[in-house]
């Protein structure tokens, strides 16, 4: 193998692949091209930045080009990929300081690009203080402006959201939040969906607002251009001092079309489980690349940080010359609204449907240690199973215990093909500082276990 | 099948096999005979009412008598069973308050009789305020004690040793433990095992002593018969006001002696994955029976409340005609000593050589939540597999952090034969406030994977 890797993109993938691929191998020639200014960031820690929960920003930088070049991994920051071009095995990179374009050659190029917020069409969306948080700055342009800031809305009801919602309403600030399907997080069933709504309404009744099946039609703005107002479809005027657009996002890969790189699920790159794509000497990992479903057993788009550690570590030894596989993911999500906690893994009971499972599901709201301890918090699981199978599908968990102890026991079932009749009775540990004796997730599957005998 | 079920023992696995029949049939006769006076209670919380955790004794009291006998279910306390006779189908019971003996015929039988305290050879060991832990009654009995005392001997280095030392130390006493071996919780691998004794003994260095490679040879007491001071083999003298005998169970089988009924491992009843035991008509349940350690595929003897309320279950669904099985344990065990948990899965890395395996492990210390996080809790996880078949054999895990979202994910991974090159891919899901982007324990597995490549 020659020996130069060029890896395009900065913000955890590609910095992970790096940092591994200079373990696995001291001498190869590693380069990384962004166009940001800094790189391998958490940026899912950026709500917490702008809750003030982390103080200073550069705590959630893990690593900075310096620390890459004395690792002896080349740095190009501000520097954006226009073009890769397969045959004569170069990229095209535009220095963003100085506009000037110049080609780079590589024996082997990784695809870290990430994704990139999409901005819907709305009137005035131009406004000043509507942002996107998806960067560095798009986390310190938000918290400037919440200082001044006593009104808010989030646009979109994902995870991100509900991690603003915390992070707002700590900073007192009074929120709408505005989603334009039925339910909030709408990859959960609707009795979970409500229930957090629930929570969240209940807890901060005079400072959250949730409108469901609502359209921004426009925002308003005062004579500094900044926005001061939001009209619905529905025709309601809200009155706001920032928008925050959660609005969904879509794989950064439009400088690939036509590049003869497979694109896959709405334009991500498609891999296989090596991180290869469709060439053979081009990788891709991170939010960029499409997914394996280890539920659906179809490709999806899933961008997630870990997965992103993950595939950047499984192409780096792959690329060292080892053999590393990364199989796929199980949709698995999961969050806190202050203490309660929001997880969701493989598929819900509606999606279960769709995919064509016979599903069966036990709902149960039990406490996370034993009954009699005073300090036990109560947690909600939806256990989900098909019917045909005794295969695991799922489950969804919220609650103040400890939900996802549950949660992570579910997930290497689900791998295993562990049927219900053998997960029902798994030996999961028990004392009463840990568990009721019969932990409530083992409960689930004895409830839907009894079902199925009927 | 004839319709009378009798079921010796109330603790746990009796009174669950008979609340589980219950309600799996309405109409089949059920009798449970008893020692005690109290049934239906969790002796694991003994260690929280002594502490103080738990105020009142009755929390841990889940059903009384009446709430059986309301779902015609008869209940006979202080009715001891001296004897089965499998061929004529009877039990001799005997009414402890009477004295009287009589003969109770059944259809089918369930032994759930428990395990009782080994009570070790020791001089003066009949002095007053030397206790073991197993009922309620014993739990009153110290907790009364201790009101008066100033100073403790714990006798053992198990679990129940560590829960009764946050008890004391809670309650202002200073703690001798003594443990035989030479180390506490001998089950651990000695790294981990002293680890924990460094915790322990780091949190209260004035209030707690650790002796280990001692024995006991005497106790001596006050002219009250009161005990007042341990000396040891090697000849330390040590005053205390009450001591307690951690110094391990027996299953309660010696009226079984004689019966064909078959005992294995420790004199525990030899049962089947249907709980029966090698009489047909005839199941065991809870801590009275062997059990089958699905690492080391031999069967053992591992007396657990969860695993005697899942036993209970699977008798109950056998006894009412439907089909239940109960594989086998993991030997999975934790605790915590105020918030540092300990726990265990599978086998130490000791036993796996002891077993015939190629252990290699990793141990890794990290932070349970993502590092920029304020609230994060440090584990330490040491994880096993075997270097032949790449397959999980156990775990260890303690830490101020939440280990057992993380011990968790190796159990089922451990049933469905997971190799380390899947687990350490697994989809756990990730948010900063719940794990870092790689979890810990699949950073253990990576590690390991990364040094049988070698």
């Known amino acids: 193998m020659s020996n130069k890797v060029v890896i395009i993109g900065g913000g955890a993938a590609g910095p992970k692949t790096a940092a591994k691929l200079r373990r696995e191998n001291p001498n190869i020639k590693i380069e990384m091209y962004t166009q940001d200014d800094i790189i391998s960031y958490s940026a899912c820690g950026l709500p917490y930045y702008i809750g003030n929960v982390i103080k200073e920003v550069n705590t959630l930088i893990l690593r900075s080009p310096d620390d890459f070049r004395k690792q002896n991994i080349e740095v190009y920051t501000k520097s954006r990929c226009l073009k890769v071009n397969p045959e004569k095995q170069t990229v095209l990179i535009e220095d963003l300081l100085s506009g000037n374009k110049y080609e780079v050659g590589y024996n082997i190029l990784v695809l870290a690009t990430g994704a990139i917020p999409i901005i819907p069409d709305i009137e005035n969306i131009e406004l000043k203080n509507i942002f996107k948080l998806r960067t560095i700055h798009d986390g310190i342009n938000i918290k400037k402006r919440i200082k001044e800031s006593k009104k808010a809305v989030l646009v979109g009801g994902g995870y991100i959201s509900i991690e603003l919602l915390e992070a707002f309403v700590s900073n007192n600030l009074t929120v709408t939040l505005i989603e334009k399907n039925s339910q909030v997080l709408k990859m959960f069933d609707e009795d979970f969906s409500q229930m957090i709504a629930e929570y969240i309404l209940n807890k901060f009744p005079n400072q959250i607002k949730i409108l469901t099946n609502e359209n921004i039609v426009s925002f308003e703005g005062n004579e500094k251009g900044e926005v001061k107002k939001v009209i619905t479809a529905s025709g309601k ?43 053979n000497n081009i990788y891709a990992v991170g939010d960029c ?160 276990c009894s079902k199925l005998k009927n």
């Open 237 to 279: 005027e809200i009155e706001t001092d920032i928008v925050i657009l959660g609005t969904g996002i879509r794989p950064n890969t439009d400088f690939l079309v036509g590049s003869g790189i497979e694109l896959g699920i709405n334009n991500s790159i498609h891999v296989g489980e090596t991180m290869q794509t469709s060439i």
């Open 289 to 448: 690349t499409d997914n394996f479903n280890l539920v659906t057993n179809r490709r999806f788009w899933a961008p997630m940080g870990s997965t992103a550690n993950k595939e950047g570590r499984c192409a780096a030894i792959n690329i060292a010359g080892r053999h590393c596989y990364f199989d796929g993911v199980m949709n698995s999500t999961t969050t806190k609204f202050f203490n309660y906690t929001i997880s969701m893994i493989g598929i819900s009971y509606k999606d279960a449907i769709k995919y064509g499972f016979q599903p069966e599901s036990a709902t149960v709201t039990k406490r996370d240690k034993s009954g009699y301890m005073p300090n036990s918090g109560i947690i909600t699981l939806k256990l989900i199973a098909d019917k045909n199978t005794h295969l695991l599908l799922g489950i969804q968990g919220v609650g103040e215990g400890n939900v996802n102890q549950r949660i992570n026991a579910v997930i290497p079932a689900m791998i295993g093909k562990t049927k219900l009749e053998t997960f029902m009775n798994l030996d999961l540990p028990y004392s009463p500082e840990h568990s009721p004796a019969i932990d409530p997730v083992l409960n689930a599957a004895q409830i839907i």
